[in-house]
């Protein structure tokens, strides 16, 4: 965990185009770290990890979402729920890769499970905004959106049912 | 066994207590076009009826595309002139639930398709008592909205759609 500070220094000293190296190494680290490491450090992880998502380097969006959606402790996605679903709603419609649309539209559907009085009045905020993303140019694309879109409507319904 | 004791207990309430059940269709085999990020992909009929196939029905514990509800061959998608039409076949000419399955249908459209789309939703010609009168419901807009105001109906109607 001593390589963080150092790298997390380095992505706001160096230039531009060696960013997205430091980023890959970053995302490439925080998997192999073991567990017990990692939950100490979680809070920082995260906000790292939030703030990696307005990345534009593709392999960093896919790796970070992967992470952020495997995740289990929603108390620390819960807490970053303001600044998670806007990027991730950005992901979703305007990346150009198809890959990081589908992995952050699987995010979107994985927030949507978290604290029902939390989520609710995102509800028809991420209703509205995911609607381009039913008319996407790419099938695979479109039905990951037709799948967040319907549980983003149901919460509501919450967890009741479950 | 579970199944069968629910089934006997409400058997006199149901009306259609022992369904046909209809083998399902594959799963779509994903094409190299679909995973190339340059070609575009146009909607067609299994899109609109992998969006159908899961809806629940309201009395049993299968799917619409289990009962034969929903069929592939009665979809039919017009890109171009942004327009879809899908004909439901009731399980029994006389099932009272022929207007909660159009409206699931409806809804499930409703939050699955780009709103550019003008969607008919109708009952299979022939196949139930009250055809009619159920399609001019199903296809009034005002209607729709209104019964969906309804918040036992919208929860009836969010429990056929949930995923299982």
Partial sequence: MLVFPALHEMSSSIEQELVANVHIAVTNLIKYIPKQVASTEKQKLMTLLVKLLHSEDIEVLQQTLQLIDADSDSGLLEQHVDTLLPILIKLSICSSSMQVRISSLKCLATMSKLTTLLIVPHMNSVIKKLLPALDDKKRLVRKEAVKTRNIWCMVRDGHESH | ?164
């Fill in chain 2, 1 to 164: 066994m579970k199944r069968l004791s629910m089934t006997y207990t409400v058997a006199s309430l149901m009306d259609n207590t022992n369904p046909e059940i209809y083998k399902i269709s594959s799963e779509r085999e994903i094409t190299q076009t679909e995973l190339s990020d340059d070609v575009e992909d146009e909607f067609d009929s299994w899109e609109v009826f992998d969006i159908l196939r899961s809806i629940k029905d309201p009395e049993h514990p299968l799917t619409l595309e289990e009962l034969n509800v929903v069929d592939k061959s009665l979809i039919q998608v017009d890109n171009k002139n942004n327009s879809i039409s899908i004909q439901f076949t009731p399980t029994v000419p006389h099932c009272s639930l022929a207007t909660l399955i159009g409206l699931s249908i409806r809804v499930k459209l409703v939050r699955s398709l780009p709103p550019r789309f003008k969607v008919d939703v109708k009952i299979n010609p022939g196949s139930h008592v009250s055809e009619i009168a159920v399609n001019k419901q199903l296809n009034d807009k005002e209607r729709v909205a209104a019964a969906l105001e309804n918040f036992d109906l919208l929860r009836t109607v969010n429990k056929c759609l949930e995923e299982r």
